[in-house]
Protein backbone atom coordinates (compact mmCIF):
# COMPACT_ATOMS: atom_id res chain seq x y z
CA UNK A 1 0.00 0.00 0.00
CA UNK A 2 1.63 3.29 -0.84
CA UNK A 3 2.27 6.07 1.66
CA UNK A 4 1.59 9.51 1.53
CA UNK A 5 3.16 10.93 -1.75
CA UNK A 6 4.06 15.05 -1.56
CA UNK A 7 5.56 16.80 -4.62
CA UNK A 8 7.63 18.31 -5.07
CA UNK A 9 10.23 17.66 -2.66
CA UNK A 10 12.14 20.93 -2.62
CA UNK A 11 11.42 23.72 -3.93
CA UNK A 12 13.35 27.58 -4.50
CA UNK A 13 10.63 30.55 -4.39
CA UNK A 14 11.18 34.14 -5.26
CA UNK A 15 9.85 36.51 -2.19
CA UNK A 16 6.57 37.78 -3.72
CA UNK A 17 6.02 34.81 -6.01
CA UNK A 18 3.10 32.38 -5.41
CA UNK A 19 3.77 28.47 -4.94
CA UNK A 20 1.45 24.94 -5.02
CA UNK A 21 2.16 21.67 -3.17
CA UNK A 22 0.78 18.66 -3.47
CA UNK A 23 -0.31 15.45 -1.34
CA UNK A 24 -1.51 12.26 -2.44
CA UNK A 25 -3.16 10.97 0.15
CA UNK A 26 -3.11 6.74 1.17
CA UNK A 27 -5.81 5.01 -1.08
CA UNK A 28 -9.02 5.06 0.86
CA UNK A 29 -7.87 8.06 3.10
CA UNK A 30 -10.17 10.76 2.99
CA UNK A 31 -8.88 13.31 5.38
CA UNK A 32 -6.18 15.19 4.20
CA UNK A 33 -4.52 17.90 6.71
CA UNK A 34 -1.10 20.17 6.44
CA UNK A 35 1.48 21.15 8.60
CA UNK A 36 3.94 23.83 8.79
CA UNK A 37 7.03 23.05 10.01
CA UNK A 38 9.94 25.50 11.05
CA UNK A 39 13.13 25.52 13.63
CA UNK A 40 11.11 28.56 15.50
CA UNK A 41 7.23 27.25 15.62
CA UNK A 42 7.40 24.02 15.19
CA UNK A 43 4.67 22.18 14.10
CA UNK A 44 1.84 24.09 13.43
CA UNK A 45 -1.56 23.15 11.47
CA UNK A 46 -2.59 24.65 8.21
CA UNK A 47 -5.79 23.62 7.37
CA UNK A 48 -7.54 19.82 6.96
CA UNK A 49 -9.89 18.72 4.31
CA UNK A 50 -12.67 16.23 3.77
CA UNK A 51 -14.09 14.59 1.02
CA UNK A 52 -13.46 18.22 -0.41
CA UNK A 53 -14.27 20.36 2.23
CA UNK A 54 -12.42 22.12 4.87
CA UNK A 55 -12.96 21.04 8.05
CA UNK A 56 -11.01 22.94 9.83
CA UNK A 57 -8.63 25.80 9.76
CA UNK A 58 -5.77 26.72 11.21
CA UNK A 59 -4.25 30.21 12.26
CA UNK A 60 -2.77 31.69 9.01
CA UNK A 61 -2.90 34.80 6.95
CA UNK A 62 -5.45 34.20 3.95
CA UNK A 63 -2.28 33.70 1.68
CA UNK A 64 -2.58 30.09 2.54
CA UNK A 65 -5.21 28.11 0.98
CA UNK A 66 -6.24 24.74 0.32
CA UNK A 67 -8.20 22.28 -1.65
CA UNK A 68 -8.88 18.83 -1.98
CA UNK A 69 -10.66 16.88 -5.29
CA UNK A 70 -12.70 14.22 -5.62
CA UNK A 71 -10.02 11.80 -5.48
CA UNK A 72 -8.89 12.76 -2.09
CA UNK A 73 -5.52 14.63 -4.09
CA UNK A 74 -4.94 17.96 -2.31
CA UNK A 75 -3.36 20.88 -2.93
CA UNK A 76 -2.16 23.80 -0.73
CA UNK A 77 -1.06 27.07 -2.21
CA UNK A 78 0.70 30.08 -0.46
CA UNK A 79 0.41 33.73 -2.45
CA UNK A 80 2.35 36.64 -2.58
CA UNK A 81 5.43 34.56 -0.56
CA UNK A 82 7.50 36.31 2.57
CA UNK A 83 11.03 34.80 3.54
CA UNK A 84 8.98 33.69 6.53
CA UNK A 85 7.22 30.81 4.64
CA UNK A 86 10.47 29.13 4.27
CA UNK A 87 9.47 25.82 6.01
CA UNK A 88 9.03 21.91 5.36
CA UNK A 89 5.33 21.64 4.64
CA UNK A 90 3.89 17.83 5.76
CA UNK A 91 0.67 16.49 4.57
CA UNK A 92 -0.88 13.91 6.68
CA UNK A 93 -3.90 11.90 5.84
CA UNK A 94 -5.96 9.52 7.40
CA UNK A 95 -9.71 7.69 7.32
CA UNK A 96 -11.12 9.57 9.79
CA UNK A 97 -12.88 7.01 11.58
CA UNK A 98 -12.93 7.79 15.29
CA UNK A 99 -10.22 8.51 17.78
CA UNK A 100 -8.29 5.41 16.91
CA UNK A 101 -7.63 6.96 13.53
CA UNK A 102 -3.88 7.22 12.65
CA UNK A 103 -2.40 10.18 10.75
CA UNK A 104 0.44 8.98 7.99
CA UNK A 105 2.53 11.71 6.80
CA UNK A 106 4.07 12.68 3.75
CA UNK A 107 8.05 13.35 3.75
CA UNK A 108 7.12 16.76 2.99
CA UNK A 109 8.04 19.55 0.95
CA UNK A 110 10.42 21.99 1.46
CA UNK A 111 10.13 25.03 0.57
CA UNK A 112 12.95 27.75 0.40
CA UNK A 113 11.58 31.86 -0.07
CA UNK A 114 14.89 33.72 -1.29
CA UNK B 1 -6.85 26.58 22.96
CA UNK B 2 -5.43 23.40 23.79
CA UNK B 3 -1.84 23.08 24.04
CA UNK B 4 1.10 20.10 24.07
CA UNK B 5 3.77 20.78 26.78
CA UNK B 6 7.28 19.25 26.11
CA UNK B 7 10.32 18.66 27.48
CA UNK B 8 12.81 21.06 26.05
CA UNK B 9 15.88 18.93 24.77
CA UNK B 10 18.37 18.37 23.36
CA UNK B 11 18.77 15.30 25.25
CA UNK B 12 21.93 13.19 24.93
CA UNK B 13 22.14 9.47 26.35
CA UNK B 14 24.40 6.55 26.35
CA UNK B 15 23.98 3.64 24.56
CA UNK B 16 21.54 1.52 27.03
CA UNK B 17 20.81 3.99 29.38
CA UNK B 18 17.15 4.81 30.43
CA UNK B 19 15.02 7.46 28.55
CA UNK B 20 12.32 9.84 29.50
CA UNK B 21 10.79 12.54 27.81
CA UNK B 22 8.23 14.53 29.76
CA UNK B 23 5.12 15.27 27.82
CA UNK B 24 1.80 17.10 29.51
CA UNK B 25 -1.14 17.94 27.17
CA UNK B 26 -3.39 20.88 28.60
CA UNK B 27 -7.62 20.63 26.31
CA UNK B 28 -11.29 21.23 27.10
CA UNK B 29 -11.69 17.26 27.12
CA UNK B 30 -9.58 14.16 27.11
CA UNK B 31 -7.89 13.72 23.78
CA UNK B 32 -6.43 11.17 22.11
CA UNK B 33 -2.26 11.57 22.72
CA UNK B 34 0.95 10.50 20.41
CA UNK B 35 4.08 9.91 20.26
CA UNK B 36 5.65 10.90 16.82
CA UNK B 37 9.38 10.27 15.49
CA UNK B 38 11.09 12.24 13.08
CA UNK B 39 14.29 10.78 11.37
CA UNK B 40 16.35 13.19 9.35
CA UNK B 41 15.36 14.21 6.13
CA UNK B 42 12.07 12.49 6.71
CA UNK B 43 8.48 13.29 7.77
CA UNK B 44 6.71 11.88 10.83
CA UNK B 45 6.06 8.45 12.19
CA UNK B 46 3.48 7.29 14.39
CA UNK B 47 5.46 5.59 17.57
CA UNK B 48 2.76 4.95 20.08
CA UNK B 49 -0.60 6.37 20.71
CA UNK B 50 -3.50 6.16 23.77
CA UNK B 51 -7.56 7.16 23.10
CA UNK B 52 -8.41 6.86 26.78
CA UNK B 53 -7.08 7.72 30.47
CA UNK B 54 -5.10 4.52 31.92
CA UNK B 55 -4.02 3.47 28.06
CA UNK B 56 -0.44 2.29 27.32
CA UNK B 57 0.95 2.44 24.15
CA UNK B 58 4.37 0.46 23.18
CA UNK B 59 5.88 0.03 20.60
CA UNK B 60 9.76 -0.71 19.66
CA UNK B 61 10.46 -0.47 23.50
CA UNK B 62 9.27 2.57 24.07
CA UNK B 63 5.82 3.20 26.55
CA UNK B 64 3.83 6.14 27.20
CA UNK B 65 1.16 5.93 29.86
CA UNK B 66 -2.16 8.33 29.85
CA UNK B 67 -2.42 9.38 33.07
CA UNK B 68 -5.90 11.27 33.48
CA UNK B 69 -5.15 13.46 36.53
CA UNK B 70 -2.20 15.19 35.05
CA UNK B 71 -3.04 14.45 31.40
CA UNK B 72 0.42 13.37 31.10
CA UNK B 73 2.10 10.91 28.62
CA UNK B 74 5.52 10.41 29.37
CA UNK B 75 7.78 8.70 26.93
CA UNK B 76 9.80 5.85 28.25
CA UNK B 77 12.70 3.21 26.80
CA UNK B 78 14.86 1.20 29.24
CA UNK B 79 17.57 0.94 26.94
CA UNK B 80 18.15 2.95 24.17
CA UNK B 81 20.18 2.50 20.85
CA UNK B 82 21.82 4.54 18.71
CA UNK B 83 19.32 4.31 16.06
CA UNK B 84 16.80 6.02 18.46
CA UNK B 85 18.86 8.86 17.51
CA UNK B 86 15.66 11.60 16.01
CA UNK B 87 13.13 14.43 17.30
CA UNK B 88 10.15 12.86 19.17
CA UNK B 89 7.17 15.06 18.96
CA UNK B 90 4.26 14.89 21.21
CA UNK B 91 0.92 15.23 20.28
CA UNK B 92 -2.58 15.52 21.36
CA UNK B 93 -6.26 15.24 19.26
CA UNK B 94 -9.70 16.39 20.30
CA UNK B 95 -12.01 14.09 19.62
CA UNK B 96 -13.71 14.21 16.61
CA UNK B 97 -11.49 16.84 15.17
CA UNK B 98 -8.18 15.46 12.95
CA UNK B 99 -6.39 18.60 14.29
CA UNK B 100 -3.32 17.87 15.89
CA UNK B 101 -1.35 19.77 18.56
CA UNK B 102 1.95 19.10 18.29
CA UNK B 103 4.92 19.58 21.50
CA UNK B 104 7.98 21.59 20.39
CA UNK B 105 10.05 18.41 19.45
CA UNK B 106 12.95 16.63 21.99
CA UNK B 107 16.24 16.17 19.65
CA UNK B 108 17.58 12.70 21.02
CA UNK B 109 21.04 12.20 20.07
CA UNK B 110 22.79 8.31 21.43
CA UNK B 111 26.30 7.88 22.09
CA UNK B 112 27.92 4.55 21.32
Known amino acids: KAGVTQTPRYLIKTRGQQVTLSCSPI?????VSWYQQTPGQGLQFLFEYFSETQRNKGNFPGRFSGRQFSNSRSEMNVSTLELGDSALYLCASSSSQGPNTEAFFGQGTRLTVV | GDSVTQMEGPVTLSEEAFLTINCTYTATGYPSLFWYVQYPGEGLQLLLK?????DKGSNKGFEATYRKETTSFHLEKGSVQVSDSAVYFCAGRDFGNEKLTFGTGTRLTIIP
Open chain 2, 50 to 54: ATKAD
Open chain 1, 27 to 31: SGHRS
